[in-house]
C-alpha cells in the first residue's frame, strides 16, 4: 500500500520559499511574462487561497528569509540548492545573483563550500570575470587534483545531488520549473535566412545534469511516496 506522508515544510516556510527563488530569478533586472506566469500558477496551487500573486512577487530580505525558514540547516541548503539552480537555469551565472545567494547563506548561517566552485562562472555584462584565484583555492584543498582538466563545479554537482525532496509542494514546485525536455534550441531566421542557432539548454548550462537528477527525485517522490498522478508534468 502507497504510504501518504505529511507536508515537511509549513505555509509560510513554502511562501517564503517561493520569494526567495523569485528574488534570485529577478536579480538580473529581468521579469518575464512566462516567469510570472510561472509564479503565478504556484502561488495559485501550492499555497491557501488568502496568497496573492502580489505576496509572492515580493521580494524577500536575507533576515526574512532566515527568520520564515527558520532553524533547521537541511531546510535552509535545500532552498539554497534550489536557489542555485535558478541562478543558473540560463546557463550564466550573473554577479547580481551571486551576490544574493551569499547574503542569503549568511543570514541562514550557512557556509557552503561548494559554492565557492561557481566563482569561476560569473558573469558580468557579459564578459567572464577572471576567477584564475578562485579556481586554484578550490584545487588546492585536500583530495581535490591540480590538473588543468579538473571539473571545477564537481563540488557543486555533488552537493546538489545530495538533495533529498521530502515535501509535495517543494516536489511540484520543482517539477513545474525544471521542464521534462532539454529546452530552447532552435534557429533564428530573419528574412527567411537563418542568421543564428541557440543550442539547447542541455549543451550550455554546466549543472544541467543536477536539474535533470533533481526533477526525477521529485516525480518519484509524489509518484511512489505521494500516490499522485504526474502524467501532467510530461
Known sequence: MTSITQSHYTEEQIA??????????????????????????????????????????????????????????????????????????DGIYSATEADVL??????????????????????????????????????????????????????VRSWLDEMKVHDPRVARVICKMIPSQCPFERDVNLFGRKIAHIPAMCKINPLYDQLVGLRFRALSYLADERGEDVSNYF
Open 102 to 155: 551569499e547574503q542569503f547563506s549568511e543570514a541562514l548561517g550557512l557556509q557552503i563550500e561548494a559554492l565557492s566552485s561557481l566563482r569561476h562562472m560569473l558573469y558580468d555584462n557579459g564578459e567572464v570575470i577572471d576567477q584564475t584565484d578562485a579556481a586554484h583555492n578550490v584545487a588546492q584543498k585536500p583530495g581535490t587534483s591540480v590538473h588543468p582538466h579538473s571539473d571545477i563545479l564537481q563540488p
Open 16 to 89: 517564503a520559499w517561493l520569494r526567495g527563488l523569485c528574488t534570485v530569478a529577478w536579480a538580473d533586472g529581468h521579469f518575464d511574462p512566462e516567469e510570472k506566469e510561472i509564479v503565478a500558477q504556484l502561488t495559485q496551487e501550492e499555497l491557501a487561497s488568502d496568497k496573492d500573486l502580489q505576496s509572492v512577487e515580493q521580494t524577500i530580505s536575507p533576515e526574512e528569509l532566515s527568520a520564515a525558514l527558520g532553524k533547521e540547516s537541511d531546510t535552509a541548503e535545500n532552498f539554497l540548492r534550489t536557489a542555485v539552480m535558478v541562478a543558473m537555469a
